[in-house]
């Protein structure tokens, strides 16, 4: 039975039975599956980006689990399953997530066929646990009766999978050797292996056969002072965690000096101390000093006047190697129990050498014949970063996998040989149980034959024909006395054969197989208890009851009862037929949040001391700075607003009216000012909540109502003859509420209705500002005498790499402006928003340099056309001039409309102009033809960011630039 309902009792949502148990399943096969591919020998890679570009390649599955954000609690589960078999064995973590999915698979469908959860469970514990004693007492190999081989051929089966496969050979050797010059004897005379006294540093340049290993415990820094011997031997070594630095007073310590010369004797004994600690260190022996902070020039004075060796900023896990394989103690401090700082002899580690050698472009400190134990290093050569990072999880791999045989002294074939011969041994099994568990074991058995059949399927092979002759193979092991040596036969996945891979040399420490095993059977079991999945969702303190005409906020959550909404019923559709408003994303509540901050709006109340002067703008936060002081000059863009409205004022006197985006209300109230019967103010922002207050305090709570939420959630329950809204963007488009405008336009509008703006072009033209150019790039050629030109590219990238919004002059353009968009808001759809493309051909009036393009918009305040198909632009030029004196000037035109414009010469405003710089300018001659193509598109990222390619050839040469404004 399946219940999903929303229990009111624990505040959220609740699934139970068989749904939350196949919700549970899929999300493990999906985890399953993309992981599979990379199985076996001839798996594939995967390529993973993360947030912020950074790619890395790699078919490790831990790896691959541990960079995805899996977000289904189920999901993550399987994740946690890969890292701990990583931490327990280090390798066979795609293994253990796919076995773990099929289990889970299986069971989920026993449980369909009425068999209880409790009776899988028991029967997958039984099988696990014969599973595991059946691989210890039957198909394990000790490690003595085959020599040294095994544990190259463990390696080699390990990095078979991996980047480094075609040198396997070479590999293996050098990680067994690694591993065996590590060896130790502890406390209890067991022999251990600490692989972490291998350190692995990656070295660009060269092949990567050219990597090497290196006796001694290598830090990736050098000496910090040259004035130090390159080599000390015997080596007493200090390991520090804290500062060899001049001592400064902390902060909040106050001293009154009257006598000028009792602040040089302070300076003095700061200086003192700092020597004496160094005087104590190499008074107790020490001659190379380890600190995982900061050395200062005055101290290095000290060691390179000693003979020491000095390295600062070590890291701390190398700290703690270098500590444990030397002897030394680290110490975080000289202070002792008596408040005296001393320093004891014993905290020294010992090492027969430590000298600094040079690896690649780098210098390196090695420290060679540690005490306690040995320490060795992989220098690892090769082409590139994504490459140096795979041979380094691969080599990780082997090393544990070397390991783990070295100490459990037993390995088993690989190739599916294992999982093979379990299959049929639990089948046998299962028949002879009369219990319902008899079902659940031969689920198990089945469950293991993925792992053949992956690698067959991975390596493009017949998986079926191939496994069944692998099990038959392992069939006349178990029933057969003198054919007991199949039980090692498993997959020849390069012919497609069966082989015996205990002879071929590919084997695995049977660690690694009871392991997967184990981990993936207890995975499968703590899913599969789960038959009830509560999500709980956060009390916000609001009511219960959504009063009708309200908004949901971005969130989710119910609207301000503050807030005055309509009347009506909101479900007066079937919640059948409703469509589902588009999804309100992070990136929108982010950006609403914007438009909430206080400092924007009053700037514009201090600056014109009346509200009716007060202008709501939409700012992006991140240029609230910069944006305040055009918004304290940006009166001209109010007025044009304001005088469109009493222009119209026989459109909206008495009629109802829609203001989108209505920030602090000042449009609103210039509407109801125009006699409007009723405004609708709808704003997502929380702004609305101040709004409404001013709505209140200038007594227009009658006609201006205040809607909280955003266009597509809102409920109005009628139609609307107006709507008004300044939803122009930088660019006309980037960050503009056109979207929402179109949104309240086809579910509200009246046939014939009235929309304020009417009309929007955006226009582009060259430019040429060698001023700007001069001021971010030029300034590198000579600062204080220094020639510092290098830094010229990196500039160019950092003042170019994005569009720039300023203002230019109208000097500036070279030539006449083209159209790249026109508007009309009655007839554009909401699909033309996601890309806009134009074809340009300009030509140049004028001799200079061409730094870039520059993009500026236009918006005509016009009557509704009684076809509505008539635009006032033909043939894609507008008849509105790019330079107009003023932007109130009435436009020639029978229409007679008001315009706005943000041209170069146009009176200023905040949205000034957006300029797209080239990192080099064009020299372009008089009458050169600038020709080529511009594209706008909404960012998949992130639909409120905006994408710009820019083509354009000039003089035979062609060019593209990307942008991003963000």
């Not at 029933?479 to 891979?501: E, F, P, Q």
């Amino acid at each position: 039975m399946s219940i999903s309902a929303q229990n009111p009792d624990i505040s959220g949502e609740r699934q139970s039975g068989q749904d939350v148990r196949t919700q549970n399943v899929m999300a493990c096969q999906a985890v399953s599956n993309i992981v599979k591919t990379s199985l076996g020998p001839v798996g594939l890679d995967k390529m993973l980006v993360d947030d912020i570009g950074d790619v890395t390649i790699t078919n490790d599955g831990a790896t691959i689990l541990r960079m995805l954000e899996v977000e289904h609690p189920a999901a993550k589960v399987l994740v946690e399953l890969a890292e701990l078999q990583d931490r327990e064995v280090g390798d066979g973590t795609t293994s253990v997530v796919i076995v773990a999915a099929e289990l889970l698979k299986r069971a989920n469908d026993l449980v369909r066929n009425k068999i209880h959860p409790t009776s899988i469970i028991s029967g997958y514990r039984l099988a696990m646990r014969e599973a595991c004693k059946y691989i210890e007492e039957k198909l394990v190999t000790k490690v003595e009766k085959l020599g040294k081989a095994p544990l190259i051929n463990c390696a080699k089966t390990s990095m078979s999978s991996k980047l480094i496969s075609g040198d396997s050979d070479f590999f293996a050797n050098l990680v067994v050797d690694a591993v065996l010059s590590v060896k130790m004897t502890n406390q209890r005379g067991e022999i251990k292996y600490p692989i972490k006294g291998i350190n692995i540093l990656k070295a660009h340049g060269q092949s990567a056969k050219d990597s090497y290993l290196l006796n001694g415990y290598a830090l990736n820094t050098g000496r910090a002072a040259q004035g130090m011997p390159l080599r000390v031997s015997p080596a007493k070594i200090a390991c520090l965690d804290f500062n060899l630095q001049k001592t400064k007073m902390q902060l909040g310590v106050q001293v009154v000096v009257n006598d000028p010369r009792e602040l040089e004797k302070i300076r003095q004994r700061e200086a003192d101390m700092t020597k004496e600690r160094i005087e104590k260190l190499l008074k107790a022996g020490a001659n190379v000093i380890l600190t995982t902070k900061g050395i200062d020039d005055m101290a290095l004075k000290y060691f390179v006047e000693a003979g020491a060796i000095a390295v600062r900023r070590v890291r701390k896990e190398d700290m703690r190697h270098v500590a444990k394989a030397t002897g030394a103690t680290l110490v975080t401090t000289f202070a002792d129990m008596e408040g005296e700082e001393t320093f004891d002899p014993a905290h020294l580690g010992s090492a027969d050498e430590v000298v600094e050698e040079r690896i690649a472009d780098d210098d390196v400190v090695l420290i060679k014949g540690t005490k306690t134990s040995s320490a060795v290093s992989l220098i690892l050569r090769g082409a590139n970063d994504y490459m140096l990072d795979e041979m380094e999880r691969a080599l990780h791999d082997s090393l544990c996998i070397v390991k783990r045989t070295l100490e459990s002294n037993t390995v088993v074939a690989g190739g599916g040989a294992v999982e093979s011969a379990l299959s049929v041994y639990l089948e046998h099994l299962a028949t002879t149980l009369g219990s319902r568990e008899q079902l659940a074991i031969a689920e198990f058995a089945d469950a293991l034959l993925i792992i053949p059949k992956v690698l067959a399927v991975n390596a493009a092979k017949d998986a079926t024909e191939l496994v069944a002759k692998l099990r038959a193979y392992h069939h006349t092991a178990q029933t057969k006395a003198d054919k007991k040596h199949y039980s090692s036969m498993g997959l020849d996945l390069v012919n497609g054969t069966i082989r015996n891979n205990l002879e071929a040399g590919v084997i695995e420490p049977a660690m690694s197989k009871v392991k997967i095993i184990q981990f993936a059977t207890e995975a499968a079991i703590t899913i599969l208890r789960i038959d009830d999945m509560i999500k709980l969702v956060k009390e916000d303190g609001q009511g219960d009851e959504r009063s009708r005409g309200g908004a949901r906020d971005p969130r989710g959550g119910l609207t301000n009862g503050e807030l005055r909404v309509s009347d009506q019923i909101s479900e007066q559709k079937p919640l059948e037929t409703q469509e589902s408003p588009p999804p309100c994303t992070d990136f929108d509540v982010a950006y609403f949040h914007s438009y909430a901050h206080v400092g924007i709006h009053e700037e514009m109340i201090k600056f014109h001391s009346l509200l009716s002067a007060v202008c709501c703008c939409s700012l992006g936060i991140a240029h609230f700075f910069v944006e305040c002081y055009w918004l304290i000059q940006d009166r001209s863009r109010t007025e044009t607003y304001r005088e469109a409205i009493m222009q119209h004022q026989s459109f909206i006197q008495g009629k109802v009216v829609v203001d989108v985006g209505c920030g602090t209300g000042i449009l609103s109230i210039f509407c109801a000012q125009a006699g409007a019967k009723r405004v609708y103010a709808v704003d997502a922002s929380d702004i609305a909540v101040q709004a409404n207050e001013v709505v209140k305090a200038n007594g227009l709570s009658d006609k201006v109502i205040v809607l909280h939420g955003r266009v597509e959630d809102v409920e109005i329950d009628e139609e609307v003859d107006v709507i008004i809204s300044e939803w122009m963007g930088y660019m006309l488009l980037y960050e503009s509420m056109l979207g929402s405008v179109i949104t309240a336009r086809d579910r509200w509008l009246k046939p014939g209705g009235l929309i304020l703006p009417s009309h929007a072009t955006l226009y582009m033209a060259p430019i040429s500002h060698p001023d700007r150019y001069s001021h971010s790039i030029d300034f590198w050629r000579n600062v204080y005498g220094i020639d510092m030109s290098a830094m010229m590219q990196l500039a160019k990238q950092c003042a170019f790499e994005e569009p720039s919004v300023e203002s230019i002059s109208g000097e500036t353009v070279l030539t006449w402006p083209e159209v790249v968009k026109h508007i009309d808001c009655q007839t554009i759809k909401i699909q033309e928003l996601d890309s806009v493309t134009a074809r340009y051909k300009f030509k140049s009036m004028m001799r200079a340099p061409m730094h870039g393009f520059a993009f500026w918009f236009d918006v005509e305040f016009s009557k509704p056309a009684k076809n509505t198909n008539a635009t006032s632009v033909a043939n894609g030029s507008s008849s509105i001039s790019p330079f107009t004196e003023g932007n109130q000037k009435k436009r020639s035109n029978p229409s007679d409309a008001l315009v706005l414009s943000t041209s170069p010469e146009a009176p200023p405003t905040h949205w000034q102009q957006t300029i797209v710089y080239f990192y080099d300018p064009i020299d372009v001659e008089q009458d050169q033809v600038i020709e080529g193509s511009v594209t706008l598109s909404q960012s998949k990222e992130n639909r409120r960011f905006m994408n710009i390619h820019l083509e354009y050839s000039s003089a035979g040469r062609s060019f593209v630039k990307e942008s991003v404004m963000r």
